[in-house]
């Protein structure tokens, strides 16, 4: 409609233009302002797991080195996990509330109905929940070395795999509880619940490799389970079992597909 | 020149026919109204036209396009406002307006436009903040971002005081005066009859009249209302004799006054005259009326007030 003319005199003060921006990226940075205005989230997914770690420094014996651990402490074993804990926290119980509420309220409905898809909203989050873990796995990192002298993870490129691996398999589940809740509170529900679970096979409560022989054969085949043992392989400089790797791909896919084909727009 | 054109659609949810076999067409330039009772299918046939469902049966063309198969096309070209969305709670008003205007490939200036819309002391307020008034002008502002050609507003004025009501009506009319056909879903009659050029009136799926506002009150049985006090008692044969006018609908019995209530057409009042002439009966206090589109819609949707 028009609401002004667009030519001005060329001695005319220049009316601000606005800087044209793709659409997607101008849903990226709506986002990404919204996700930083959520300090709760932004606590316990960047902030949390490097305070963790510090406490269970405190505790002396988790500082000496253990036979049973391959001559590792217990503290290098909490450098993954505090990561693991990132992830889980932020793909399993901060993103889900979050999407489900973006259709629940009409929200995608609304994008539904303009040039751009709802899946860049989607999109969009995902993305940030991804970029916040792998910011907090570099915290916990420097937090350990610093603080600790934990290792830097000896076997790198493996390391980063699994730790790629292990986000896209948090995303993916984080996303199969948003396609199948009806709710924000029932994506909340879900989200606690997984999130407990998660926590247990990621190795929180007692680490993975610490596990009895039969309750690690199980907690294995789980996604954070898989990315703990491959973490603290490549942490201890081998290169990463394909079996972990693996089960985290066959999960990251196996939930991707079903949260992509269960997932409403309304 | 029609700019959508709606034909025989039809849309079923669980075996019930929520939309059935609706048609109309909206013409370049003008405000048409669907005017429904609760649950009449009304949304459901816009959100047909959006795009947001898929008809069952039938067709739906925006410009010439299929707002499904189309579906991208069509959104450059249409704007909405949607019944019962919302934005996301910490977006503010100008983030919310620079959002949406990049959506678009050739977007108005949002500044204007916030101006207008009484928004421009909103814009840092976060949307969750914002009264109803100020989220439906929020509302209007981002379906006209786009700079389109149709606009479609869905129950815009629910919810809204009589004075915010009033404003919103006006700027209707400035939208359409600015070239852009408007698509008004509403189950208000005022705002039907004060805004509308043509309304569809939509009861139980089926589109039960279409006319103008004026036409629709023809259209209405008993449309002429004619009350008076009769200067003696009518008795039971001239009361039969009433009723038997040409195109009366009902005779309604005296009110405590003793005035009479009698619904019929045009056709009737200049009999009237004769047979009260003719029965030597003086009518007082006789005023003769249209029925509101209130009646109107009541008759012709078949509901009890």
């Known amino acids: 409609m028009p609401t002004e003319t667009t030519t001005a005199p060329a001695t005319a003060p220049t009316p601000r233009v606005t800087r044209r921006r793709g659409p997607a990226a101008a849903v990226l940075i709506a986002e990404t302002r919204l996700f930083l205005r959520e300090p709760g989230n932004l606590f316990w997914i960047f902030a949390f797991p490097s305070v963790l770690l510090v406490i269970l420094g405190f505790i002396p014996a988790f500082k000496e080195a253990q036979d049973d651990l391959g001559g590792r402490r217990v503290i290098d074993l909490y450098v993954p996990i505090s990561i693991l804990l990132a992830m889980i926290t932020a793909a399993v119980q901060a993103m889900p509330p979050v999407l489900t509420a973006y259709r629940e309220r009409g929200i995608l409905r609304r994008m539904f109905v303009t040039p751009v898809r709802p899946s860049a909203l989607l999109s969009a989050q995902i993305l940030l929940h991804g970029a916040a873990c792998l910011a907090s796995a570099l915290l916990v990192t420097a937090v350990g070395r610093i603080a600790y002298g934990v290792a830097l993870p000896e076997q790198l490129p493996g390391y980063l795999l699994a730790l790629l691996l292990a986000v896209a398999a948090a995303l993916t589940l984080g996303s199969m509880i948003c396609a199948v809740s009806r709710t924000a509170k029932a994506a909340t529900a879900f989200g606690t619940g997984a999130y407990l679970v998660m926590m247990f096979s990621a190795g929180v409560w007692l680490p993975v490799q610490a596990m009895p022989d039969a309750l690690r054969r199980i907690v294995e085949i789980t996604p954070f389970g898989a990315a703990s043992q491959a973490l603290q392989q490549a942490a201890s400089g081998s290169w990463p079992g394909w079996i972990h790797l693996g089960i985290l791909a066959l999960w990251t896919v196996v939930l991707g597909i079903a949260a992509a084909r269960l997932f409403r727009w309304q | ?305």
């Not at chain 2, 009260?276 to 009518?283: R, S």
């Open chain 2, 1 to 305: 020149m029609a700019i959508i054109e709606v034909t025989g659609v039809r849309k079923t949810y669980a075996g019930r026919d929520v939309v059935d076999g609706v048609s109309f067409s909206v013409d370049e330039g003008e405000i048409f109204g669907i005017l429904g009772p609760n649950g009449a299918g009304k949304t459901t046939t816009v959100e047909c036209v959006e795009g947001l469902r898929i008809p069952d049966a039938g067709t739906v063309r925006v410009a010439g396009l299929d707002p499904v198969a189309d579906h991208d096309r069509v959104t450059r070209l249409l704007g909405a406002q949607l019944q019962e969305s919302e934005l996301q709670a910490k977006l503010t008003v100008r983030e919310a307006l620079e959002l949406y205007a990049a959506l678009y490939p050739a977007p108005v200036d949002w500044r204007p436009l916030a101006d207008r819309l009484g928004l421009t002391d909103r814009l840092s307020t976060r949307f969750a903040k914002l009264s109803g008034g100020q989220k439906q002008r929020l509302f209007i502002a981002l379906a006209l971002i786009g700079d389109p050609k149709v606009v479609v507003l869905d129950e815009l004025t629910t919810g809204l005081d009589p004075r915010a009501r009033r404003d919103t009506w006006k700027l209707i009319e400035e939208i359409r005066d600015g070239g852009v056909t408007v698509l008004l879903v509403t189950h208000f009659m005022e705002e039907a009859q004060r805004l509308c050029d043509r309304i569809a009136v939509i009861d139980r799926g089926k589109v039960v009249a279409l006319d103008t506002p004026a036409g629709l009150i023809r259209q209405a049985t008993g449309s002429t209302v004619i009350s008076f006090a009769p200067s003696r008692p009518l008795t039971g044969p001239d009361l039969a004799r009433l009723t038997a006018l040409p195109g009366v609908a009902s005779v309604t019995p005296p009110d405590r006054e003793g005035a009479l209530t009698v619904h019929g057409t045009d056709e009737t009042v200049t009999p009237f005259v004769s047979l009260l002439a003719g029965l030597g009966v003086t009518a007082r206090r006789l005023r003769i009326t249209e029925t509101s589109l209130d009646e109107a819609f009541l008759d012709l949707t078949g509901q009890d007030a």
